[in-house]
Every structure is written in C-alpha cells, then in structure tokens.
C-alpha cells in the first residue's frame, strides 16, 4: 500500500536533540529551504507549518524563529508579514540596509535627500546620487 503523504514527508525529517530543530534531510535549494513533493513541489517548512496550524493567512510568509532555513518543526515557524519577517531577520540585507543613515557615496538619507521606489514604495535611494545618475545618463545621450 502506498505511503501517505504525511508519512513520507516525516521520513524525511530528523529531530536535532540540542536546538530543538527538526532537520529536513531531503533535498535542500540553493537558498538552504528544503523541498517536498507532496503532489506539487512545495517548500517544506511551508507544508509543516500548514499541516499544524491550518492555511498560511493571505499576505502572510513563514518566518523560522530559529533561524535555520532547513528545519520544519512546526513549533519554530510563525506566519509574519514580509516586513517582519525582513527586519526581525538581522542577517538579512534588507534589514542591513534599512539601518544606514548614508548612501554608499556618504550623502545622509534626510526626508530631503530620500527617495523612495518600487512597490509601496519599500526602497529608498539617494536623490543626489539619483539625480547625478540621470544628468550623466542624459549627457551621454546627448554625446551619441
């Protein structure tokens, strides 16, 4: 008789006595998150989660609260929106540069000298360092 899916998806998890991690020792992508197949290709702290808890929440991602991309236990995920999951994760980049207080040219990010883009407008970059690049793009534009 075949295996159900629960009973291959734990299978392919170890507990880890110390942290308390249960380890995903299936196949691990190159971001470090392992990857099921319970009918589609899923992430498998996601399948846990949902599996514990009930539906990820619109909007919602799955934040590790142990820091280790490779652990499914459900009692280590939480459903956090993208900005908590970005800035409560200090290694990640994001977060990094949401605590500059200059652009990578030393201008200082005042209300004056910040602009924000992309969706929401959740990135800022420098106007003086923006305004510089346009007149050196239009100057060779000129030029050709």
Request: aromatic share 10%; glycine share 6%.
């Amino acid at each position: 008789m075949p295996k159900s899916v629960d009973e291959r998806f734990d299978e392919k998890v170890e507990p880890e006595p110390m942290s308390g991690c249960h380890l995903w020792m299936a196949f691990i992508n190159p971001d470090g998150y392992g990857t099921f197949r319970g009918g589609a290709s899923r992430l498998a702290h996601r399948f846990s989660y949902e599996r514990a808890h009930g539906p990820i929440p619109e909007g919602m991602v799955i934040d590790h609260v142990c820091r280790n991309r490779a652990c499914v236990n459900p009692d280590h995920l939480r459903a956090v929106t993208r900005w908590q999951n970005v800035h409560e994760n200090s290694d990640a980049a994001a977060h990094r540069n949401s605590l500059k207080t200059h652009c990578d040219n030393g201008h200082a990010f005042t209300p004056e000298n910040t602009y924000w883009q992309g969706p929401e407008r959740r990135w800022r970059a420098c106007e003086k360092c923006r305004q510089r690049n346009r007149e050196r793009y239009l100057e060779r534009k000129r030029e050709s």
